[in-house]
């Protein structure tokens, strides 16, 4: 496909419905991750794929593209830190606040589940610390594409895709194994992780509040427009006192009326004012 012909239209497309930029020179990642697609629909170039979309009044077509252009690199425990200071800090400061209320946690920005699963893991170990100290919480865990979406649900994953972030003691105590050689969530972690679809560029207002929120390693491919709405909708969904983790190379800046910065070392995290 001669991806030129239609690429403008195209990125225009992606980030009206997505949010994701994709910049100028991106015509090699949209011919390989369409490569399916064009093959299935038969279109010659990305404008003829376009006219497609207007017609599929369901948008089934629009979501597949969508899917198809999503990155969704992922790992257990993503740079650490962020989890530690959930199990060391946060939660401990969120315990001795008494709340009333069970704890909600989002992650914003699922993929294949990696994050929440191991947001639910971090939650076991503390409540192994403090027994009795957390009751009935849970962890709502959104993404724009179907496809990670049902991976996540499943929540089973090939050896290799373990080995990213796990070592041998967590995959005997938080996984079992499936006949054909899998390994898969065990159901305590599970039941506590809610898959949901969200866009983030729609209203989270359905979703209701939590105290902490991950949304990490989404934001850089908004532009900085976009990154700072989503980053404002995203204190709303914040209780008071709530706090915001963003990934090892995204920052919140420019927002100090409506984020507090604080300083884990290692580790920086944002607290709602
Ligand atoms: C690189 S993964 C990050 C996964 C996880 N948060 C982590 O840090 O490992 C980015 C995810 O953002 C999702 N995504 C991209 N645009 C989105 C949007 N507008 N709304 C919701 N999710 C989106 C993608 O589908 C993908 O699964």
Redesign the pocket.
Known sequence: MPVTDGYEAFTDFLERH???ALGANKQYLVTSRLRGIVRDTGVNDLGELLKLVERDVRGKLRGQIIDAM??????WF?DTHPFEILRDRLLPEYVDSRPTKPLRIW?A???TG??PYSISMILDQFKQRRPGALNGEKITA????SR?LADAREGEYAMLALGRGLDTAQLKQYFDQTKDGRWKVKSAIAARVEFRP????ESYSLLGQFQFV?C???LI?FSGDLKRQILLKIHQSLLPGGYLIV?ASEAVNGLNDYYEMVHCRPGIVYRKR
């Open positions: 997505s949010g994701i999503t990155t969704n690199e992922t790992l993503r992650s920005a699922c993929s990696q994050e959104t993404d724009i594409s990670v969200l866009n983030l560029l991950f990490r390693n989404v491919y990934g």
